[in-house]
C-alpha cells in the first residue's frame, strides 16, 4: 500500500546531475549577465544613426548614412552654427532630427588597434603546446611567410588547390596562451627574416554604437591588415560577435547583420592568399561565436591549461630561468629541485578550475579540469622577483614563492567557466 502511494521520484542520482547541471547554467548565466550590463551601459547611450551632411539649406540638410541612404532632416537652431559638410551628423533613432554633430569619421579611428611591427615573442616561449602550436602554424605559416608558401607551391601543382586558406578559431580558459601563440607567429616569422605584423583588435570594439559604422568597421580593420601585410590580424573576444547578434533589435539587428557579411566578405576566398592576412579568432566562449562565421573558420584549435603536475612544472621552471633563483633550490638548469616543487605543488593542487565548452557543429565537446594557468605561473614569479628586488634581496626564494602561490589557491579556489 504504501509502495503504491510513494511519490515517483527521480532516483536520486538523477536528481545530483540535475542539480550540477542547473548550477553551471546559474554560473554561465551570471557571466552573461555581467556582459550584458555592460553592454546595456552602452547601447543607453542610444544606438544612432551617423551620416555624412551633404547639404544645408536652413533648417533642413540632406544627410546620407554609411549604408546609402539619404534623409532630409531638420536642424535645431542650437545646432544650426555647427551643422556644416566638414563634420558628420548623429540623428535621432526616428532619423528625422539631427542631434549632435562629431567629427568626421574619416579622419578619426573609432578603433583602438594595437599594431606591432615584428612582436617579440617566439615559439620557444610558448611552453606545453606543442600539438596547438604545430596546427595554427600549419595554417598561417604558409599565408605569411614566402619560403613555407613556396614550399608548397612545389607540392601543390594545380594552383587552385592553394585557394584554400581559411582563418582559425583559438579557444580555451583565459591565460592559457592563446593570445601569444598568435603573437608568436608573427614574431618567429619575422625572426626568420620576412618582417611580420601583429594587429589585434577586440571584437567588442568593433561592435559600434554608431549604427551603420561596425560594417565600416570592420573594413577599416581588414584594410590595415593589408596595409601592414604580412600581418596576423588577431580578433580577440570573438564571442561580442555572435553575442551582438543575439541582443540585437530592429535597426542594430540589421547593422550587426551587416557587420557579418562584411567580416564574411572580407574572409571570403583568396583574401588570405592574395593579401598575406592570417585571420586567428580568440574566445573564451566558442558556444557563442556566430554560426555564418564558424561555417567559415577553417580550424579550431582548442588551447588547453596545463593539467599534470609535470605540465606545471614545465612552466614554473620556464619563468624561473628568467629570474635569479636562489641556488640552494635550484636545479642549475635555472629550474626547481624536485623536492622543492612538490612542496609548491602541494599548496596549489587543491585548487579546483573547470573550463567546458562546447561547438556542437564541429563535434567539439572540452570538459578539462585544473589548478593553474600559465599566466598564473608567469605572474607569481614575476611578482617573487618584483617583491625580493623591493627588499633588495639578490634572487627569489622559495618561501617566497610558496607564499605567492599560498595566496593564489586561497583567492579562488574553486572556479569554473562554461560555454
Ligand atoms: N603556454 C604558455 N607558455 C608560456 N607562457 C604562457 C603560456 N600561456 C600563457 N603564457 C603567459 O601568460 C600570459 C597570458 O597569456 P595569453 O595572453 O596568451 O592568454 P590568453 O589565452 O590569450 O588569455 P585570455 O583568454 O584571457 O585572453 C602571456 O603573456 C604569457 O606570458
Ligand atoms: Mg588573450
Given amino acids: 500500500?504504501?509502495?503504491q502511494n510513494a511519490p515517483d521520484y527521480p532516483p536520486a542520482l538523477e536528481l545530483e546531475k540535475e542539480l550540477t547541471r542547473k548550477e553551471r547554467q546559474i554560473e554561465y548565466l551570471q557571466t552573461e549577465l555581467r556582459r550584458y550590463h555592460n553592454l546595456m551601459e552602452e547601447l543607453k547611450q542610444g544606438m544612432r544613426p551617423i551620416g555624412t551632411i551633404e547639404e544645408v539649406k536652413g533648417e533642413t540638410a540632406l544627410v546620407r548614412l554609411s549604408g546609402g541612404q539619404a534623409f532630409q532632416v531638420s536642424v535645431p537652431p542650437e545646432l544650426v552654427d555647427k551643422v556644416t559638410p566638414d563634420v558628420d551628423a548623429v540623428l535621432s533613432p526616428t532619423k528625422g532630427v539631427i542631434v549632435d554633430v562629431v567629427e568626421r569619421i574619416r579622419e578619426r579611428s573609432v578603433l583602438e588597434y594595437q599594431v606591432e611591427k615584428a612582436p617579440k615573442v617566439f615559439y620557444e616561449d610558448i611552453i606545453g603546446l606543442e600539438k596547438e602550436m604545430h596546427n595554427l602554424r600549419q595554417t598561417t605559416e604558409w599565408i605569411l611567410d614566402p619560403d613555407v608558401r613556396a614550399r608548397r607551391e612545389q607540392i601543390i601543382r594545380d594552383p587552385r588547390m592553394l585557394e584554400d586558406a581559411g582563418s582559425?578559431?583559438?579557444f580555451g580558459p583565459p591565460g592559457t596562451g592563446k593570445t601569444y601563440m598568435a603573437k608568436a607567429v608573427a614574431g618567429t616569422i619575422s625572426k626568420n627574416g620576412q618582417a611580420t605584423s601583429f594587429l589585434k583588435i577586440e571584437s567588442y570594439e568593433i561592435v559600434s554604437k554608431w549604427l551603420g559604422e561596425s560594417a565600416k568597421n570592420v573594413?577599416?580593420?581588414?584594410k590595415l591588415a593589408?596595409?601592414?601585410a604580412?600581418?596576423?590580424l588577431f580578433i580577440d573576444e570573438a564571442d561580442a560577435i555572435g553575442r551582438a547578434r543575439m541582443e540585437a533589435t530592429t535597426d542594430a539587428g540589421r547593422d550587426v547583420q551587416g557587420m557579418l557579411n562584411q567580416i564574411l566578405t572580407e574572409l571570403g576566398e583568396g583574401f588570405h592568399v592574395n593579401r598575406n592576412v592570417a585571420v586567428?579568432?580568440?574566445t573564451n566562449y566558442p558556444s557563442v561565436i556566430d554560426r555564418a562565421l564558424l561555417?567559415?573558420?577553417k580550424r579550431v584549435i582548442y588551447v588547453p591549461p596545463p593539467k599534470t603536475k609535470e605540465g606545471v612544472k614545465q612552466l614554473v621552471d620556464f619563468y624561473l630561468s628568467k629570474v635569479e633563483l636562489d641556488p640552494s633550490v635550484s636545479n642549475y638548469q635555472g629550474g626547481l629541485i624536485d623536492e622543492a616543487f612538490d612542496e609548491i605543488w602541494r599548496t596549489v593542487r587543491t585548487r579546483r578550475q573547470v573550463y567546458e565548452a562546447s561547438i556542437p557543429e564541429r563535434g567539439i565537446m572540452v570538459r578539462d579540469q585544473y589548478v593553474i594557468t600559465p599566466r598564473d605561473?608567469?605572474?607569481?614569479v614575476q611578482e617573487a622577483a618584483s617583491e625580493a628586488s623591493f627588499v633588495s634581496e639578490r634572487y627569489v626564494t622559495l618561501d617566497r614563492l610558496l607564499n605567492l602561490f599560498k595566496n593564489l589557491a586561497a583567492e579562488e579556489r574553486v572556479s569554473r567557466v562554461v560555454s
Avoid at 573594413?219 to 581588414?222: D, L, T
Avoid at 605561473?377 to 607569481?380: I, T
Wanted: proline letters at 4%; glycine letters at 0%; zero cysteines.
Fill in 1 to 3: 500500500m504504501a509502495e
Fill in 168 to 170: 582559425v578559431l583559438l
Fill in 219 to 222: 573594413k577599416e580593420v581588414f
Fill in 226 to 228: 593589408r596595409e601592414t
Fill in 230 to 232: 604580412p600581418t596576423v
Fill in 280 to 282: 586567428i579568432f580568440a
Fill in 295 to 297: 561555417d567559415r573558420i
Fill in 377 to 380: 605561473v608567469k605572474n607569481v
